[in-house]
Each structure stands twice: as structure tokens, then as C-alpha cells.
């Protein structure tokens, strides 16, 4: 949650990374601005990585910051 804000008072981009174990492919892609609604920013994020999955699905959760609102 730190490196959220720090990035948004910074002004720079976060870059979402990711290993796809159901198609065997990695790499960082997606990089956008934060604009500091977090709720916003969250739903962006979690839209990046619903397509992916990890090599046991069974043991992923939901993609979440806690809690999701300023410090």
C-alpha cells in the first residue's frame, strides 16, 4: 500500500508484472498513472490480472489492498 502512494505523490507509472502458469507466459505489461482513488486504481488492476493464474489455482485469492482508502 506504501508504494501505491509513494507512486502517486511521485507522479510515476506502475508497472503490473505477472507469471501465467496456465499459458506458460510472464512479463510486465500495463503500466498506467495512478490517479490516487485507490478504489479506481484497484479495479484497474484487478481487470489486468483476472485472465492470469498461478501454477495452483486453488490457492488464489482476491487481489486486494487493506483497506482500501487513505492512510
Not at 505523490?9 to 485507490?38: M, Q, R, S
Request: proline share 7%; no cysteine; net charge positive.
Amino acid at each position: 500500500r506504501d508504494s501505491y502512494y509513494i507512486a502517486v505523490k511521485a507522479g510515476v507509472p506502475i508497472a503490473l508484472g505477472y507469471f501465467d502458469y496456465a499459458h506458460k507466459t510472464l512479463g510486465i505489461a500495463g503500466a498506467f498513472y495512478p490517479t490516487g482513488d485507490i478504489n479506481r486504481d484497484m479495479k484497474i488492476i484487478r481487470q489486468f490480472y483476472a485472465d492470469k493464474s498461478g501454477r495452483r489455482p486453488e490457492n488464489e485469492g482476491d487481489i486486494r489492498l487493506r483497506p482500501e482508502q487513505e492512510p
